[in-house]
């Protein structure tokens, strides 16, 4: 699943158990839902969650959004009923958490055939040290960020410019870009801080992520604008591309747009931001 086919921009979590959320979110604009059977919900609410979401799972009417489910870890005694729970009533990943290694990919894969995308949380240290086998494994087609629980086994501290994460970030990005797969950032805590947001997703997108996980409905809009190519972004491209192909056609290799040389790999990159671009638009498309 790549984004030049279906964007990722905002990745919005809801919990399981959280039935006026799961009603709602049929309506927001969020490229991708994470349906959470794991943090967000409370031991002793487990197994109703997990009828609720299969519920809500069959009746559908998500749309276009796509539907990843978060499960409980295989080593805890909810993970292999929710991984049951997950096959009957359909989504369109499983999203796995505590990852630390791709045999705990393999694990999961045994269990659920051939056909279901598995997504992986890198939110332990050991999983970022091994992002590049984890995001290599054939059955891996994303890669969600879990900054909380980072901060958390780091013993580091938030801060706002995100430094005792950046190498945690930088590593979880090559390895999605390596493996030719999805990269989300982690989530904003500080939910009705809309600038802080803007901030948090701006350096997001500067890293290389393809959107960022959400929890709450008024953080979409923000994020969507931030991960979506910009107006200039797309001008430019378009421009990059036909003096390209005007150089070709007289014979030289290399073209000028803005002062910038244009070349063969920034064609590359022009046609990706116009496909991010399509991807987008028919996203809204409902
Ligand atoms: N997805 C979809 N809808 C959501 C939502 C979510 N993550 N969070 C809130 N909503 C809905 C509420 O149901 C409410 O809908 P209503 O107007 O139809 O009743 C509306 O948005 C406004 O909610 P609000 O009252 O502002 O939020 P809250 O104070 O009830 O809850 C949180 C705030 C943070 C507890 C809640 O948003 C939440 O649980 N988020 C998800 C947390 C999560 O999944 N964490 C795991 C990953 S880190
Ligand atoms: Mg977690």
Same mark, same amino acid.
């Given at each position: 699943?790549?984004?030049?086919?279906?964007?990722?921009?905002?990745?919005?979590?809801?919990?399981?158990?959280?039935?006026?959320?799961?009603?709602?979110?049929?309506?927001?604009?969020?490229?991708?839902?994470?349906?959470?059977?794991?943090?967000?919900?409370?031991?002793?609410?487990?197994?109703?969650?997990?009828?609720?979401?299969?519920?809500?799972?069959?009746?559908?009417?998500?749309?276009?959004?796509?539907?990843?489910?978060?499960?409980?870890?295989?080593?805890?005694?909810?993970?292999?009923?929710?991984?049951?729970?997950?096959?009957?009533?359909?989504?369109?990943?499983?999203?796995?958490?505590?990852?630390?290694?791709?045999?705990?990919?393999?694990?999961?894969?045994?269990?659920?055939?051939?056909?279901?995308?598995?997504?992986?949380?890198?939110?332990?240290?050991?999983?970022?040290?091994?992002?590049?086998?984890?995001?290599?494994?054939?059955?891996?087609?994303?890669?969600?960020?879990?900054?909380?629980?980072?901060?958390?086994?780091?013993?580091?501290?938030?801060?706002?410019?995100?430094?005792?994460?950046?190498?945690?970030?930088?590593?979880?990005?090559?390895?999605?870009?390596?493996?030719?797969?999805?990269?989300?950032?982690?989530?904003?805590?500080?939910?009705?801080?809309?600038?802080?947001?803007?901030?948090?997703?701006?350096?997001?997108?500067?890293?290389?992520?393809?959107?960022?996980?959400?929890?709450?409905?008024?953080?979409? +809009?923000?994020?969507?604008?931030?991960?979506?190519?910009?107006?200039?972004?797309?001008?430019?491209?378009?421009?990059?591309?036909?003096?390209?192909?005007?150089?070709?056609?007289?014979?030289?290799?290399?073209?000028?747009?803005?002062?910038?040389?244009? +070349?063969?790999?920034?064609?590359?990159?022009?046609?990706?931001?116009?496909?991010?671009?399509?991807?987008?638009?028919?996203?809204? +498309?409902?």
């Amino acid at each position: 699943m790549d984004t030049a086919s279906h964007p990722f921009r905002s990745v919005l979590y809801i919990p399981g158990s959280m039935d006026r959320a799961l009603v709602k979110a049929r309506s927001l604009p969020a490229d991708a839902i994470i349906f959470d059977l794991e943090d967000a919900v409370a031991p002793e609410a487990k197994p109703a969650a997990r009828a609720t979401l299969a519920g809500a799972l069959r009746e559908g009417g998500f749309g276009k959004r796509y539907k990843i489910v978060r499960t409980n870890a295989l080593t805890t005694e909810w993970g292999l009923e929710d991984v049951r729970m997950l096959r009957e009533a359909g989504a369109d990943a499983i999203l796995l958490p505590k990852v630390n290694a791709p045999s705990d990919v393999d694990a999961l894969a045994d269990l659920i055939g051939p056909d279901l995308p598995i997504w992986v949380m890198m939110e332990t240290p050991v999983s970022v040290f091994n992002a590049r086998d984890i995001a290599a494994h054939g059955r891996v087609f994303g890669l969600v960020t879990g900054t909380n629980d980072l901060t958390k086994d780091l013993g580091a501290r938030y801060r706002a410019d995100r430094l005792p994460l950046m190498n945690a970030l930088q590593r979880i990005v090559m390895a999605a870009r390596a493996a030719r797969i999805v990269a989300i950032d982690g989530v904003y805590n500080r939910f009705r801080d809309g600038e802080g947001l803007r901030v948090e997703c701006a350096q997001g997108r500067d890293l290389g992520f393809d959107g960022k996980t959400l929890i709450h409905p008024s953080q979409i +809009e923000i994020t969507n604008t931030a991960f979506a190519p910009t107006d200039d972004e797309i001008s430019l491209a378009e421009r990059q591309i036909a003096a390209y192909d005007e150089s070709m056609a007289s014979g030289r290799g290399i073209a000028v747009v803005d002062g910038m040389i244009v +070349e063969h790999l920034h064609v590359v990159a022009a046609r990706r931001i116009l496909a991010k671009a399509r991807a987008v638009a028919e996203m809204m +498309e409902e």
